[in-house]
């Protein structure tokens, strides 16, 4: 056939309406590469929209608002309860550190093998919310609010934490996130840090008019209880009756045998025996001890130890002095007795110091003070000092690096033993401290203080100690029961985010 006929053949078959074969598998063709262009697109589309979903899934937007816990018809989002949450990890990442902390989330709580740490984080997390939520409610109730002191207290918790991100190397909502999670903001954060101090100021408003005691239920209480608040005048020398640790060639411990251990405590009796006796001839106890290459220790605090027991012995008296078998714990004691008494020491004082830090050097970048810098620093501070009060109050508002003082001269007041760094207050006790002392105490965590004693209070510290162990009963009691008058909903799809 000619190709004019075949042309001609081609054109009367497509006027019938048919198709032609090669011009259907062309456009085919061209179909099947709009579908694929298509579906790859489409794919690439989908790609795009689950990676910003994620991004925003992460970034804790879209969990942030999610209601956790309902208490007494309040919701609280996920946000508000990972800061409750986070403030109970806390006081465990503390004492563990922040990477077992996270390996401990996953075991067993002791108390109940059914809950994980995690569980018994969120319920105290969840208790500790319930109170605050009954407090702040029974506050409003009662017309209290923070006042412009309390806005400044407010004010200088931000501003610390703050400080502490830009220390740290992050923006201040980073910083948040970093200690909270994701879910965490500046906004939330300061609403639930007001709530705590209205909640707090509420607790101290309520405990000075309601937990208030006579001098007759503070002496009973002491009489009840004075093997805690008493001061002992002793020594005591600990002799350790275990055997030497030993280990196999492979380096494992091996346990000593019944002989071995019956030898050591046997030789600890002997030394112990050896002290005693040269403390009898010539009463000096750190002298026989230290024939030994052993030491005496005068710090002897309650009566729950096998030797504060014999201490706190109602039969005890003045020029006692014995051997003391702790089998338990396979040692002996050599313990002398000088007296008891009553804890009449000042149970509080007020002082200023001025903070100095690495901030109060001029230093490059990355360098870090060392302590004589530092105490330069401190000495050349103090040597501007005029010699008065007003004098310091006006060096500490210019120099201190302490937040918590450094607007108000650098004072602290109604300080209690025990609150301040054993440096700091072992300075305020020294014998014959007296108002307007100065010095200078060093603490590697802190810095250099610059100290200015401004004096005692009048309350003896066992009368202290014993008023606040009553208050401290009863406002556990009542708080106890602030929690337990407030009803928790658990909301699982927000739980679920938090921690």
């Keep these: 056939m000619s190709a004019s006929r075949e042309k001609k053949k081609r054109q009367e078959f497509l006027a019938s309406g ?26 690439a589309v989908l790609f795009i929209v689950v990676a910003a979903a994620l991004l925003v899934y992460n970034s804790g937007i879209i969990q942030r608002s999610q209601t956790a816990v309902t208490i007494d018809g309040e919701k609280y989002t996920v946000a508000e309860t990972s800061y409750y949450y986070n403030q109970v990890c806390s006081s465990y990442a503390s004492l563990f550190g922040q990477e ?19 569980d018994y984080f969120k319920e105290s997390a969840i208790d500790n919310m319930k109170y605050i939520h009954a407090a702040t409610t029974a506050a409003e109730a009662a017309n209290l609010s923070l006042d412009s002191e309390d806005q400044e207290t407010l004010k200088a918790n931000v501003d610390s934490m703050k400080s502490t991100a830009k220390s740290a190397g992050y923006s201040y909502g980073g910083y948040l996130k970093a200690v909270y999670g994701s879910t965490m903001t500046s906004s939330v954060f300061e609403s639930c840090l007001k709530d705590q101090l209205l909640a707090s100021k509420y607790a101290s408003d309520y405990s000075e008019k309601n937990f208030v005691y006579t001098e007759d239920e503070i002496l009973d209480y002491y009489n009840e ?59 000096d106890l750190e002298s026989a001890a230290s024939a030994h290459d052993l030491t005496a220790s005068t710090t002897i605090s309650g009566s729950s130890t096998v030797y504060g027991e014999w201490f706190f012995d109602e039969a005890r008296k003045s020029g006692d002095a014995d051997i003391i078998e702790d089998a338990t714990n396979g040692r002996y004691y050599v313990a002398v007795f000088n007296g ?74 109604d300080v209690a ?42 309350e003896q510290n066992w009368h202290y100690k014993c008023e606040n162990a009553l208050r401290s009963a009863d406002a556990s009691e009542w708080q106890s029961g602030l929690i337990e008058s407030a009803s928790a909903e658990i909301n699982e799809s927000g739980m679920k985010n938090v921690g």
């Excluded at 598998?25 to 579906?39: G, H």
């Excluded at 050349?380 to 937040?403: R, V």
Aim: hydrophobic share 30%.
């Design 225 to 283: 209880n004075k093997d805690s608040y008493d001061l002992i005048d002793g020594a005591y020398v600990s002799i350790d009756g275990t055997p030497e640790a030993k280990t196999d060639a492979d380096g494992n411990a091996v346990e000593a045998t019944d002989a071995e251990k019956a030898n050591a405590m046997a030789a600890a009796a002997e030394t112990a025996q050896a002290i005693l006796d040269a403390y009898k001839a010539n009463k």
């Design 100 to 118: 077992y902390l996270q390996t401990l989330k996953t075991q067993p709580h002791p108390t109940d093998e059914t809950k994980t740490y995690d």
């Design 417 to 458: 033993k025990g609150q301040m760094v054993a440096a700091f207050q072992d300075w305020c006790y020294e014998d014959g401290r007296k108002s307007g002392d100065t010095g200078l105490v060093y603490n590697a965590s802190t810095g250099y203080h610059i100290m200015y004693f401004v004096g005692y209070g009048d």
């Design 18 to 43: 048919a198709v032609d074969p090669k011009t259907a598998r062309a456009a085919e063709q061209r179909a099947a590469e709009r579908k694929s262009n298509i579906l790859y697109g489409t794919v």
């Design 340 to 413: 008891r008494e009553r804890d009449d020491s000042p149970a509080t004082y007020n002082v200023r110091h001025i903070l100095v830090t690495k901030d109060s050097l001029a230093l490059p970048e990355g360098e870090e003070a060392t302590e004589e810098q530092l105490k330069a620093k401190a000495e050349e501070i103090l040597a501007s000092w005029d010699g008065t009060e007003d004098g310091f109050i006006k060096l500490a508002n210019e120099n201190s690096k302490d937040p918590g003082s450094n607007t108000n001269g650098g004072l602290y007041e």
